[in-house]
């Protein structure tokens, strides 16, 4: 009798561990997640890109962790965002100066993606931005942070939200 429950208990307690760390966190967390301000470079508002950015970057607003807003200060602000001319062969790079200050830098190559994996990799810039990296390999499916590839889905997906819901 001992044994069988023994191993209903470590069966659960390991499909538990696997699904809670699918996800991989980068070490990034904002002090106010729910009231998080994203600003798009003044040279950005003439391009075809801004609503895009706008309303790719607001995809993490379904968590209810998370809160983010769009401000047109250009200093107060915790996540800035660029699409620029030169070129550094990525596709897009989001870094981190401190845990309320981020940047997301969107290259030429970017602008060459379909409509849809650019919009995909907003969202995914923006996923580094809140603190997640890289998700393993085995977890793209599920996830808008996988290193390489697309998947047509432009926004958090489970694990996504898991790692989020981990963090905040």
């Known amino acids: 009798m001992k044994k069988p429950l023994l191993f209903i208990m470590i069966t659960l307690l390991l499909s538990t561990l696997s699904v809670s760390f699918a996800y991989v966190p980068n070490g990034w967390v904002l002090t106010y997640p729910t009231s998080c301000w994203f600003y798009i470079s003044e040279d950005t508002n003439s391009s075809p890109y801004l609503n895009d950015l706008i309303y790719y970057t607001k995809q993490w607003n379904s968590l209810p962790e ?12 915790n996540i800035a965002m660029y699409v620029v001319s030169y070129d550094t062969g990525n596709c897009a790079l989001a870094q981190h100066y401190s845990d309320d200050y981020h940047t997301a830098t969107f290259y030429p190559s970017w602008k060459n993606l379909s409509l849809t994996n650019r919009r995909e990799v907003i ?3 923006i996923g580094h931005c809140l603190g997640l990296a890289h998700t393993q390999s085995s977890n793209n499916s599920n996830s808008i942070m996988r290193q390489f590839n697309f998947n047509g889905k432009p926004y958090p997906l489970s694990d996504d939200k898991a790692g989020i819901s981990s963090i905040y």
């Open 66 to 77: 998370l809160g983010l807003y769009q401000t047109y200060s250009p200093s107060d602000h």
């Open 123 to 125: 969202v995914h810039e």
